[in-house]
């Protein structure tokens, strides 16, 4: 159906294991933590942006799930940078950075905390790393829930899309706590390839069964 | 629905006036409230120019008929002023007869005290007054306080986008009227002075010893200053009858994309706001009688302002004047400020002299107003208010 809004691409990362349109694409299980997974998955994708060694974790698991996203799927190619969006959330907020920064200024004697670290104590930072490494400068907004909301995200994500504020939208969910994390990012476009924009795709796309073979 | 956004009413408070007459008595006579600091106690005193109220806010909890142990921000003061002015401007009595919000904007909150009480907070033995103020903290406390002194109930929200932050408050003000949500709204922002922002500034060696030089090739950096500026927006049916300062046509939001911190020198973001901005107001360039920019008197700001300025307006730049070398740089409240500057303008066919401006920049075609101008028509003021990370807003008041 031509106008609908379709799930067009998606980035799955968990578990050591990178998925790109629910096909294993990466997998480092050895890796002793989040941080080297992150790492080697930066390195075995050539991914080029010195910038990435200084982010925080949270922002370094964005950048690798919304490069490979946008490599699988050329968005930046097909729309003008205005009319992309990113709608992310998450359930830890910025809590990884936070805790290392208020460990900088806990201690009187040592007291030395950085501005480099500082820096990213905002889970929407992320959303500005992404926006400045593709140049995307649509509607961009970040939310905390405490698990991922897909009723909220989907309404959001098509109310965007029907009242013409983005004609794609990046949605997803980016965490990253205590050497757990979680990422999965989606565009949604309307197009009449990919899969209908729905709650119920949405699940399956993060479950890595959402079949991108068809079109 | 009502797809007029018209503004009715107006109070501000800065270093040029405790109201709007003082304030355009200020403003037309080419008075700057930039000078020496006294209320805040630092080792940055001498190194710094700032406009501020030269009120305490003992002297303040009093102006806003408060019992003076209230344990209240400098921030909520300054609101509660400006934005009670813009009530009585719009003769607003009661707020059951209309659905009525408030949207504040604020970038410190509480932080002016939280600083001077943090060694206390420190101390888990200690108790006093002090502990009191904890939950003054927050940027949201200033609004819910503000709510409360005028009456609001029912929408109450708090903006915090850096130096955007109050055109921010304005628009979301606007949207919230148009989308059948309130029927008038109350909108701009507050900040005060603090540590905080002078040291944060002086850290990032933006601010500038004398006093600030908007576009001019020789600026050296901003001066900080404090102060509040609320507007009443209503919609058509809640303004009936009165009388209508002027309309808000247009306003755009976008963000530069470029860095965490810095904006772009092409002004991406800020071309991007004034684009949608003149997109939703209907307006050609050439309609715009007067720019007031956001023009802080730093290096980037105004190379990346006036480079956007350019891009939207080509050669034909129209008359354009910063305030900020009047009131100093708001932050979070200049949005709110300015709003209330550019209504005055178009009110009183005004536009602002730029001062300090002697050297016009070699990046930039224009040069800025620096006489106060009073012979030519003003109808249409665009008004620009850039955040830190490229947050950048525009506004646009139409003559109504």
């Known amino acids: 159906m031509e106008n609908t809004t379709k799930i067009t691409a998606a980035c799955v990362i968990e578990n050591g294991k990178v998925y790109v349109n629910s096909k294993l694409d990466f997998a480092a299980e050895g890796s002793a933590t989040s941080l080297d997974f992150l790492k080697a998955a930066y390195t075995h994708y050539q991914l080029n942006y010195p910038k990435f060694y200084k982010m925080d974790s949270l922002c370094k698991l964005a950048m690798v799930a919304s490069e490979l996203l946008m490599r699988t799927n050329r968005i930046n190619e097909k729309y003008a940078s205005e009319a992309i969006a990113l709608i992310i959330a998450n359930g830890a907020s910025s809590l990884e950075i936070d805790t290392e920064h208020q460990v900088s200024i806990a201690d009187e004697a040592n007291f030395f905390p950085s501005p480099a670290v500082f820096v990213y104590t905002l889970p929407n930072i992320l959303i500005g790393e992404i926006a400045i490494r593709n140049k995307i400068k649509g509607e961009n907004t970040f939310f905390i829930f405490d698990t991922f909301d897909e009723d909220f995200i989907h309404s959001y994500t098509d109310s965007l899309m029907n009242n013409d504020k983005a004609k794609c939208v990046i949605a997803g969910w980016v965490d990253f706590y205590e050497d757990k994390y979680r990422a999965f990012l989606y565009t949604v476009e309307r197009t009449n390839e990919g899969e209908a924009h729905t709650t119920t795709n949405i699940n ?8 991108f073979e068809r079109n | ?46 190194r710094i120019k700032v406009g501020e109220v030269k009120h305490t806010n003992e002297e303040l909890i009093k102006r806003v008929g408060l019992p003076a142990d209230t344990k209240i921000t400098r921030t909520s003061l300054l609101g ?41 907070y420190l101390n888990v033995e200690k108790t006093g007054d002090f502990l009191d103020y904890i939950l003054t903290h927050d940027c949201g406390d200033s609004t819910e306080v503000m709510a409360k002194y005028l009456h609001i109930k029912d929408y109450v929200s708090t903006i915090s986008t850096a130096c955007s932050s109050s055109a921010n408050s304005i628009m979301l003000g606007a949207r919230l009227i148009k989308n059948n949500m309130v029927d008038r709204v109350v909108v701009g922002g507050s900040d005060s002075l603090s540590k905080f922002t002078i040291n944060g500034f002086m850290t990032l060696m933006i601010l500038d010893k004398e006093q600030c030089k908007p576009f001019d090739k020789d600026r050296k950096g901003l001066n900080l200053g404090e102060g509040a500026g609320f507007i009443v927006l209503e919609s058509e049916r809640a303004a009936a009858g009165k009388e209508i300062l002027c309309e808000l046509t247009g306003y755009g939001n976008s ?36 720019i007031n920019a956001h023009g802080t008197g730093t290096e980037v700001n105004d190379l990346s302002e006036g480079t956007a300025i350019h891009r939207i307006f080509g050669d034909a730049v129209p008359m354009i004047s910063s305030t900020k070398a009047f009131t100093g740089h708001t932050l979070g409240a200049c949005g709110g400020i300015e709003a209330v500057l550019s209504v005055l303008a178009i009110k009183y066919n005004l536009v602002f002299p730029s001062l300090n401006f002697t050297n016009q920049m070699n990046e930039l075609k224009f040069r800025p107003s620096t006489v106060l101008e009073t012979e030519h028509p003003i109808n249409h003021v665009l008004s620009n208010s850039f955040g830190f990370g490229g947050n950048s807003s525009a506004l646009i008041f139409s003559r109504h």
């Open chain 1, 204 to 211: 399956k796309l993060i479950d890595n069964k959402l079949n």
């Open chain 2, 1 to 46: 629905m009502s797809q007029k956004i018209y503004v009715t009413g107006i109070g501000l408070i800065s270093a040029i006036g405790d109201n709007v007459e003082q304030t355009l008595d200020s403003l037309t006579r080419g008075k700057t409230g930039i000078g020496e600091l006294e209320l805040i106690d630092t080792i940055h005193k001498t």
């Open chain 2, 80 to 120: 509660m002023i400006a934005a009670k002015e813009a009530m009585m401007w719009a003769g607003i009595k009661d707020t059951n007869d209309f659905r009525t919000g408030i949207v504040s904007a604020t970038s410190v909150g509480g932080m002016a005290i939280t600083e001077n009480n943090f060694n206390d």
């Open chain 2, 255 to 290: 963000n530069d994309a470029y860095h965490q911190t810095a904006s772009s020198p092409t002004g991406d973001g800020a071309f991007l706001a004034m684009e949608k901005a003149l997109r939703l107001s209907g307006l050609k360039p050439k309609d715009i009688d007067y």
